[in-house]
């Protein structure tokens, strides 16, 4: 396994499971890097990918009928 990967695997708090499955954890981050191009990065830091949420107007709310 790439060092570089082992230490991302660490990082991310995953050192049982690369101790116990490195095969899986090295199969997950060739999957993830395989990926990555996919990933569309904001150009905008400040904008939201999702529109802001509002509490009480939710899928299956019946408060939202009397508002």
Do not use: C, Y
């Amino acid at each position: 396994m790439d060092a570089h990967i082992a230490a991302l695997a660490r990082a991310a708090g995953l050192d049982k499971a690369l101790a116990e499955f490195p095969d899986d954890v090295a199969a997950a981050a060739a999957q993830a890097l395989n990926n990555a191009h996919a990933i569309q990065v904001p150009t905008d830091p400040a904008a939201e990918p999702w529109p802001p949420m509002r509490p009480g107007f939710g899928q299956g709310d019946s408060s939202r009928d009397s508002v």
